[in-house]
């Protein structure tokens, strides 16, 4: 088998997620050239890697010019500069390994779609969960006709308190307007492909509900101050900063990154000076920002199949639901417990026979900070071995996979700020 060689574009959390693989398999990807603005993160990947003064680079353009050759470069930038990126790389002919979302505008993703083509170049989309042990089974049973033709779907994502503050409260998607994705897209969009997935038929129409009621101004108790370092409420509140980041280390790879130093070196003191003056120091009702916390869409497919979707930002605790009812039989299970109940209906008893599905034992899990029940993992093991000319799994996320979930995204959010049923394309 070919190794891959691989550039990387933007060296932050799933940048070196991706990247990472290299140290994990060292026989089927190496890295060649690193691209991010950051000079401490160049650094950082120059040690990590082994690579040379030559292979690291601030910018695109000083990576093409130094004619290092590179067989698949991953786009890991933020999604704002996704389209940018990516017109780069597909205009300089690279095969491209880009972090979801592809883009908020369905202008530009038809865009880099027809350039893609244009091109001859490959695109693989991130949609890393369709990787994981626990929805390649769900997959395998849905196609083997195990619970017969689709009904229905309802799949659930409970964004945990942590996540939800640290990524879309706090943190650098917590705005539409800046980061260029609303959170169905920049969170969700995992969801939309897994229900565009899961029942291969097309989508129709959609429906969609969502606001902002909890994390809001109108919620701050009577007097919280802006910062919650010297707030009276900050003990007894569930959502302080102090307790996140100064008391505990939650998602570490967020809060310090822009200390731009390891994170098991920072100092006490640091975070104390970073949540005086830092968003994520702020007060929980009054981060700024603008997207929603609370979202459910329903969508309707050619076949007659329904789907439900629930986003709930700030929950106890983090998880996945699906609950998917066909004519022979349902598949219900949570991803968090990686197992789910094949169950049927038993005519002769009046009841049911279940199976429940482990699949603990099959993860591979060597990311530090996530891994997406092994998702992470096997996303580059299925796409080394497609370039190495391998037939395609039923995973694989070729760009033309992907056009359904982020059009269905598309017409939630219209729907969402019309209050309007939007018929899809």
């Known amino acids: 088998m070919k190794k891959i060689k691989m550039a990387v574009v933007g060296y932050g959390n799933r940048g070196q997620v991706y990247a990472d693989y290299s140290l994990d398999e060292p026989n089927e990807i190496e890295i060649v050239a690193i691209v991010d603005p950051n000079e401490f993160k160049l650094q950082v990947a120059k040690e990590r890697y082994g690579l040379s003064d030559g292979q690291v680079f ?61 091109k001859g170049c490959k695109v693989f989309v991130c949609h890393v969960l369709r990787y994981s042990p626990f929805y390649k089974a769900v997959k395998k049973m849905i196609d083997d006709g195990k619970i017969g033709k689709i009904i229905s779907m309802e799949m659930n994502e409970h964004v945990w308190v942590p996540h939800y503050l640290s990524s879309y409260g706090r943190g650098k998607w917590n705005s539409e307007q800046e980061c260029g994705s609303p959170i169905l897209l920049a969170k969700c969009c995992h969801d939309m492909d897994l229900i565009c997935w899961l029942n291969g038929a097309k989508t ?60 098991d070196e920072v100092t006490k003191e640091e975070r104390l000076e970073l949540l005086k003056t830092d968003n994520y120091g702020k007060c929980a009702y009054n981060m700024g920002g603008d997207v929603v916390d609370r979202q459910n869409l329903i969508v309707d497919f050619e076949d007659g199949s329904v789907a439900a979707f629930t986003l709930s930002g700030g929950t106890c605790r983090p998880d996945r639901y699906i609950h998917v009812v066909g004519t022979l039989g349902e598949i219900e299970g949570k991803l968090e417990e990686n197992k789910f109940v094949f169950r049927v209906y038993d005519e002769d008893n009046i009841g049911y026979k279940e199976e429940i599905i482990d699949l ?56 969402r700020k019309t209050y309007k049923v939007v018929e899809l394309d």
């Open 360 to 415: 603990k034992d099959k993860i591979i899990n060597k990311v530090q900070f996530g891994g997406h029940s092994g998702g992470d993992y096997g996303i580059m093991h299925d796409i080394v071995r497609y370039l190495n000319g391998e037939t395609a799994s039923a995973s694989i996320t070729l760009l033309k996979d992907s056009l359904a979930s982020h059009l269905l995204v598309y017409g939630a959010e219209e729907s």
């Open 58 to 118: 601030t910018c695109y353009a000083d990576f093409l010019k130094s004619g290092i050759e590179a067989d698949l470069v991953a786009n890991a930038t933020m999604d704002q500069y996704h389209y940018q990126t990516a017109m780069e790389i597909l205009n300089s002919k690279h095969d491209m390994l880009m972090e979801k979302p592809i883009v908020a505008k369905k202008e530009e993703l038809m865009d880099i779609y027809k350039t893609a083509n244009d």
């Open 204 to 263: 129709t129409h959609v429906a969609s509900f969502a606001h902002r009621s909890n994390f809001v101004l109108a919620n701050k108790p009577e007097g919280a101050t802006d910062y919650c370092y010297n707030c009276p409420h900050s003990n007894a509140c569930k959502y302080s900063a102090m307790k996140l980041y100064y008391d505990n280390d939650v998602m570490p790879f967020l809060f310090l990154d822009s200390l731009n130093k390891p994170y």
